[in-house]
């Protein structure tokens, strides 16, 4: 009988930061900002406080462009870099990590699990960690929601949500994220947050639509892990905005 897979290095990581609370990741999208710059912008946010680099967004993403930033970021910030895949060829072997999501509410089952039946053995292959998540789109949605072909849950559905969640849970997968899109106009609501915090005992990652500190706080108050925040940085830069969310985010690991 062959040895189960045990948490790799960048997962227990990530659990260590969380026995002290709530953690920060910023999303760099590496088409936008590539190379060096994605390096910058992660070398800013990490001596601001985030916890780690996710990397993706666009779609089309490719190999090499994901390839160069990753190495960039390594080069430059300690913290993991973990990437947020478009789809297989987005997959790099410069990164420490990779999010192996599966998008519980697509109509396509290329994006539940056959894309990943295609893409495990390149991410063995590359020696990459893989994170098993449940990747949940509530509404709207915005671009993800359409690429991804989903039945978005809709905003006033927390126990849909938290179904889901649990149904996650008990596949296997270690973390789940509630996403309500990039340049989503408001964040996850937090009643929908709570409810799926108390359904769950792996750790809850939430992003969409959190622009300054008054929308993170919420989400933290409702038990969320994580919060990612990618269109702030995209739009403002590393300024007044992306400190008041990171700040947040601090605030609650002290309380």
């Known amino acids: 009988m062959t040895t189960p897979p045990t948490i790799g290095p960048v997962e227990a990581r990530l659990r260590t930061l969380l026995e002290r609370g709530p953690i920060h990741f910023t999303l760099i999208d590496p088409e936008k900002s590539p190379g060096e710059r994605a390096a910058d912008v992660a070398q800013g946010a990490v001596d601001l406080g985030s916890h780690a ?8 993403i490719t190999r090499k462009g994901m390839g160069e930033a990753a190495s960039a970021i390594r080069r430059r910030v300690a913290a993991p870099t973990i990437i947020f895949p478009e789809g297989p060829g987005s997959l790099a072997p410069e990164a420490d990590a990779v999010l192996f ?14 894309a990943h039946a295609r ?4 991410v063995r292959a590359m020696g990459l960690e893989a994170i098993p998540m449940g990747y949940l789109v509530v509404a709207p949605g915005m671009r ?5 072909q989903v039945d978005a849950v809709p905003r ?36 929908m947050v709570r409810e799926v915090r108390s359904a769950i005992r792996v750790p809850l990652v939430v992003g969409g639509g959190i622009r300054t500190g008054a929308d ?30 990171v700040e947040e985010v601090r605030r609650a690991r002290r309380a």
């Open 119 to 122: 893409a495990a053995p390149a």
């Open 53 to 60: 680099i996710l990397l993706g967004g666009s779609t089309g």
């Open 101 to 114: 999501m599966s998008l519980l509410n697509s109509r396509n089952l290329d994006l539940v699990v056959r």
């Open 216 to 245: 993170a706080r919420p989400l933290l108050d409702a038990g969320a892990d994580v919060l990612v925040t990618g269109t702030v940085t995209e739009e403002q830069g590393l300024g007044e905005r992306f400190r008041t969310i």
């Open 156 to 191: 006033d559905a927390p126990a849909l949500a938290a179904g889901y969640a649990l149904a996650a849970e008990m596949l296997g997968m270690r973390l789940v994220y509630l996403e309500a899109g990039s340049g989503a106009p408001a964040p996850v609501p937090p009643e």
């Open 144 to 148: 993800v929601g359409e690429v991804g």
